[in-house]
């Protein structure tokens, strides 16, 4: 999915935002549940609002796929998840939006946080381990993905990778690296080193970054840098380069994927959710959506698609070229992630967002 270019005004409004206001399935359809909760009436002909943060195309299969099963429209309105997160929060209850599908925990905890959310049906979180989606179950993990460091080929960062995120901090390193700070991506791997390392030592790693690297856009822009050798690494979701791979074919890519080490805190692994707007005018239909996407219809369409994330309904396979999840690490807690606030003011204090 093409990434917004105002990525990083995003992600300083929801900050700034956040911060004002300081002070939710089976391996088949789980409607039943659903029209049960709404007094057993069916939701087919009705339109829905999804905002979404996903992968376009993966989620124009998805919509298409259950508008066939049930019946029921969906409208999606795609674009940055700091920027739609922003605006379901400027929109509040009166948002067009049923649902909201994001990349990443932190923007569906903030929402969680104002009330924004309706619980999530039972038999939708029970189709999901419990430690993908909200404590409090007010949204479902859909789908996970791991950060991994892409090296060009056959340079000193792919003969010998970084095992941890934290040496990339260090003098060696500059003039070597490149980073995309401005993707909501990156937020999460700066909350889970500060976990490791604590806030302080979090913002000098930071600096050091900063000092060692040319900053990207977006983790196309970078997989594309890294590829073509202007810099020899640097942090991304692993996708980005199988589909910088199937881009480029095989033959032209000059790049390869590392992983960090278990344990490490450049080795996260965590989730894409949805959530149903507590304010959505269409809640049963909303919910027979979730229940869809935790489906194992709707997890094989995500499995076999140019998306390349880990389906989690247990039973449904990723790529077989995929390194396997429990190779990498243990799915990141909700909780350790929060909402993100942290993190990006570490961002902002360090001038890597603006």
Not at 65 to 87: C, H, Y
Not at 133 to 138: F, M
Not at 229 to 241: A, K, N, R, S
Not at 276 to 284: A, D, M, P, R, Y
Request: net charge negative.
């Amino acid at each position: 999915m093409p990434r917004s270019r105002r990525a990083v005004t995003a992600l300083s409004t929801v900050a700034v935002s956040l911060l004002a206001l300081a002070g939710c399935g089976s391996s088949g359809s789980t409607s039943d549940s659903a029209q049960s909760a709404a007094g057993g009436q069916s939701p087919a002909g009705q339109t829905i609002t999804v905002y979404s943060g996903q992968h376009e195309q993966t989620v124009k299969a998805l919509t298409a796929d259950f508008e066939k099963r049930t019946g029921i429209k969906v409208q999606v309105r795609s674009g940055d998840e700091a920027e739609l997160a922003n605006q379901l929060l400027q929109e509040g209850k009166s948002s067009p939006a049923d649902v909201f599908y994001a990349e990443n925990p932190p923007a569906l905890t903030t929402l969680e946080g104002q009330g924004l959310l309706a619980p999530v049906l039972p038999g939708t979180l029970k189709s999901v381990p419990a430690a993908a989606s909200s404590p409090k179950g007010d949204w479902v993990g859909i789908s996970a993905r791991s950060s991994a460091f892409i090296a060009a080929a056959g340079k000193a960062a792919d003969t010998a990778p970084p095992t941890s995120v934290l040496d990339l901090a260090k003098p060696e390193w500059k003039g070597r690296l490149g980073i995309a700070p401005s993707e909501t991506d990156f937020a999460p791997v700066v909350t889970q080193v500060v976990k490791s390392i604590g806030a302080d030592a979090a913002k000098k790693w930071l600096e050091g970054l900063k000092a060692n690297a040319k900053v990207y856009e977006s983790n196309e822009d970078l997989s594309v840098a890294v590829n073509a050798g202007e810099v020899e690494g640097g942090v991304i979701d692993h996708y980005y380069w199988y589909r910088l791979r199937d881009e480029k074919t095989a033959a032209a890519t000059h790049s390869t994927l590392h992983y960090f080490a278990k344990g490490d805190p450049g080795a996260l692994v965590d989730v894409s959710g949805a959530g149903v707007l507590s304010g959505s005018k269409h809640q049963q239909a909303a919910q027979d959506f979730l229940a869809y996407l935790a489906s194992a219809p709707a997890q094989q369409l995500i499995a076999t698609s140019e998306s390349y994330e880990y389906p989690l309904v247990p039973g449904v396979r990723g790529k077989a070229e995929l390194a396997p999840l429990d190779s990498i690490g243990a799915l990141a807690s909700v909780t350790d992630l929060g909402d993100g606030k942290q993190a990006l003011q570490l961002l902002q204090d360090t001038g890597l967002l603006a």
